[in-house]
């Protein structure tokens, strides 16, 4: 299967199991069909036109924006996301509407500081026998948090919308989040929403790669011995261009790298879904049916650790955690002894929520530079 141009839904191998939108669960709140956009359109435009997602762009990828204005941000990274998962679903003929909006939403519910703020949240939230989790915090966004309407609170998306952000890179079991019990517990989401983790893992594994040499943790000869995709395509660019420039080099074997786990994405996806004929049964398979390839999940899997071991781990990356960590702890300590310092309008927003609660989303919602600015007026160091 070439990955060069879409094919029509009814040739694709699993254009069968394309998400109707006419067959969506609906709104929560019925409102009136839009003259020229379908459901998942207005979804889309809704995710894009919120707060939430133009505050991505002053939110951690995985450098932060002081070493260069060139790495990705959390916004960047969405759009690259979205360009993949629109590309996959054009190829193998699914909803690319649905796998926009869902690509789109996916990261609305990171806090400042990205995975390490996550588990600083959750480490604080646990104290009091709840937790954070950046996918349930996305879905109160699009339901409570953002209210741009004046006939219903949120966002109002659609059923399968909502759906995909919390299940977008989990399953879960019947009473195990007894919040998400509407949301088909035991069962699988779509194939569009089980696309987004894995095109999200091919988005985060070389886009960190390339940044990560432009700031200098990446060593061309280590990644070569590392992962062996890597090194293919670097021997090949040699041959191809010779004199080439290394940092143009770089740039080639990550282009190689994204097409060959697309690739791979969609050819693994399209075996798996063999004998499926509907999407009723990609909900009924007992496992997921998105998947990588043999190949491309070895390259995925040695990429990621090639990046943890070069980049996540190294001196300055930590220590810029341990940083940002401390503050989150510092500020959560300081607004549950004095909440008076939050908003008024938030606090008269969010009534009737616990305290802890309050302080949590209250942090979570912030960008980089908003908390840093907040922990410097507050004496937070």
Known sequence: MSAGSPRDSQESPVGRLRFPVENSRGRRYPELAHSYRNEFRRDRDRVVHSRA???LENKTQVFTPG???????RLTHTLEVSQIARTVASVLGLSEDLTEALALAHDV??????????????SMMRRFGERFDHNLHALRIVESFENP?????GLNLTFEVREGIVKHSRDFAPGEIPELDEYLPGLRPPLEAQLIDLCDEIAYNTSDLDDGYSAGMIVVKEACSAVNRFGELYEITEYQFPGLSERVRMKEVVRGLIDGLVTGLM???VAACAGLASVEAVRLHPERVARFTAEAAKTSAQLKRFLRES???SPALVRARSESVSRIAGLFELL?????????????ESAGQPLHRQVCDYIAGMTDGFFLRTAAQLGIS
């Open 109 to 122: 519910g990171h806090p400042p500081f990205g995975h390490a703020g996550e588990a600083e949240l959750d």
């Open 267 to 269: 050819e693994g996806t």
């Open 67 to 73: 070493l260069s204005d060139h790495f990705r941000n």
């Open 149 to 153: 309407y004046p006939r219903f609170p």
């Open 53 to 55: 997602f133009r505050r």
């Open 311 to 313: 980049v996540y781990e």
């Open 336 to 348: 549950l002894a004095h909440p008076d310092l939050m908003p008024a309008a938030y606090l008269a």
